[in-house]
């Protein structure tokens, strides 16, 4: 297969403006905390997968909908799993990819799939190669893998459930693990990541249609390890860590894609890391993560689920 990538000739200019009105609220914690899970939302459910454990990676599965009064234990993944990808296509989640508790510390090539109808995992096509600490997003019909660690991880791999395939894109994005992406039309959102100790603030956008790679406004702030959710439009940017001395961060920052700026909005209620964020009816969900990243993850791990929702306009 031919590919070919483009390098597109405009490249939007980052500006700051004024805070962006809403506030936090604490939801229900989860039943484990956890740091470096994932998270979906399949039907009018949030689900809270995987994540690091002090001894090793867990696979505990949680669900979460409004009046239900709190998580409630699901089909577990057959394997534990951390710093997966997750996504959600054709009414099934993915879970791709991560630190497996079978692997003895190596990023694994397997996929999962869970069927909400059969309410259970099953193995699905592996990816081309073992990656972790990588950024999973379904669009067009196929799912997107970015990044992240692995003998291919500069690589862009591409999967499609019609033939149950993956493709090996040759030119997708180097130094690139604990990277955040997210979809929103016929665009995937690439933002921050790379080495722990010199993080970026990059914003590359990827054009499925033409396979064609753009860049937007920079983060005003490097790191890797944040999470990401969007709600009306906007991309939120939550946490993470710094360069340097990799401290957890707890702001919180809002692409505005229209007016292509970002916006400051209301900090996160503690700084957190390998967190997961998902959105739903109008509201943004920030579940787990930890103030520490990497070794110190399962250590600094919590369960709390905290709530961000815009203002009510006059």
């Not at 700051?16 to 506030?23: E, F, M």
């Amino acid at each position: 297969m031919r590919n070919a990538f483009i390098l597109s000739s405009f490249i939007w200019f980052a500006s700051l403006s004024i805070a962006l009105a809403g506030s936090w609220s604490t939801g229900a914690p989860l039943q484990t905390g956890r740091a470096g899970l994932g998270a979906a939302v399949l039907g009018n459910k949030i689900y809270a997968v995987g994540g690091s454990g002090i001894l090793m990676p867990l696979g505990n599965t949680e669900t979460y909908q409004s009046g239900m009064g709190g998580w409630r234990i699901d089909a577990d993944l057959p394997v534990g799993l951390e710093s997966f990808g997750i996504a959600v296509l054709n009414g099934k989640i993915y879970a791709a990819g991560g630190y497996a508790a079978d692997t003895d510390g190596h990023p694994t090539e397997r996929m999962w799939e869970f069927d909400p109808v059969e309410d259970d995992w099953v193995q699905g096509p592996s990816m081309p190669s073992p990656r972790s600490s990588f950024a999973l997003v379904a669009a067009a019909g196929k799912l997107y893998a970015f990044g992240g660690t692995g003998p291919d991880a500069e690589k862009l791999f591409v999967y499609n459930p019609d033939d149950r395939q993956w493709t090996i894109l040759e030119q997708g994005l180097t130094d690139s693990r604990d990277l955040a992406a997210i979809v929103i039309g016929q665009y995937i959102y690439v933002i921050g990541g790379g080495p722990a100790a010199n993080p970026v603030a990059a914003v590359h956008i990827f054009d499925t249609q033409n396979a064609s790679w753009a860049q937007g406004p920079a983060l005003p702030s490097a790191r890797s390890g944040h999470s990401i959710a969007v709600l009306d439009r906007k991309i939120h940017i939550l946490g993470g860590r710094s360069g340097g001395r990799g401290m957890s961060l707890a702001d919180h920052w809002v692409l505005d894609l229209e007016a292509k700026t970002w916006t400051e909005a209301a900090p996160l209620p503690s700084p957190r890391t390998g967190a997961a964020a998902v959105s739903l009816n109008g509201a943004i969900y920030l579940i787990g993560g930890g103030a520490g990243g990497g070794f110190f993850a399962p250590f600094t791990a919590i369960a709390e689920t905290d709530i961000w929702r815009p203002d009510a306009k006059d």
